[in-house]
């Protein structure tokens, strides 16, 4: 997928039932960035994966990340877990390309290559 440009338009962000897993490390880097304690920002901002395996990062009532704003983009971008810095390289589920302009863009360009 070398050819994905993302038009950071935060489709990513809202991927229907879609969870952010976060490592220990990555809760201590967003915790640094907010100035927050990690104490706190687990208390407020994550919660328990269905799974039970794993802390998530809490979604708004619609799906969205707790993080993404229209305007803004991502709160904590300098500092967002491995999942979202690596999208769609190395993950994305079949409402990624519904949703995913750039990724739209990459399948039609597959189906249409151009000379």
Same mark, same amino acid.
């Given at each position: 997928?070398?050819? +994905?440009?993302?038009?950071?338009?935060?489709?990513?962000?809202?991927?229907?039932?879609? #969870?952010?897993?976060?490592?220990?490390?990555? #809760?201590?880097?967003?915790?640094?960035?907010?100035?927050?304690? /990690?104490?706190? +920002? #687990? /208390?407020?901002? %994550?919660?328990?994966?269905?799974?039970?395996?794993?802390?998530?990062?809490?979604?708004?009532?619609?799906?969205?990340?707790?993080?993404?704003?229209?305007?803004?983009?991502?709160?904590?971008? @300098?500092?967002? @877990?491995?999942?979202?810095? %690596?999208? @769609? +390289?190395?993950?994305?589920?079949?409402?990624? +390309?519904?949703?995913?302009?750039?990724?739209?863009?990459?399948?039609?360009?597959?189906?249409?290559? %151009? @000379?």
């Amino acid at each position: 997928m070398q050819e +994905f440009n993302c038009q950071r338009c935060g489709a990513c962000c809202r991927i229907p039932d879609g #969870i952010v897993r976060v490592s220990n490390e990555e #809760i201590r880097a967003m915790a640094d960035f907010l100035g927050e304690s /990690e104490a706190d +920002f #687990i /208390e407020r901002r %994550t919660e328990l994966a269905p799974d039970r395996r794993s802390l998530i990062l809490q979604s708004e009532p619609d799906g969205t990340c707790c993080f993404y704003r229209e305007r803004e983009g991502c709160l904590v971008h @300098p500092a967002k @877990p491995l999942q979202c810095r %690596t999208f @769609p +390289f190395r993950w994305h589920n079949p409402d990624s +390309f519904s949703l995913c302009p750039a990724l739209r863009e990459l399948q039609r360009q597959k189906a249409n290559p %151009t @000379p």
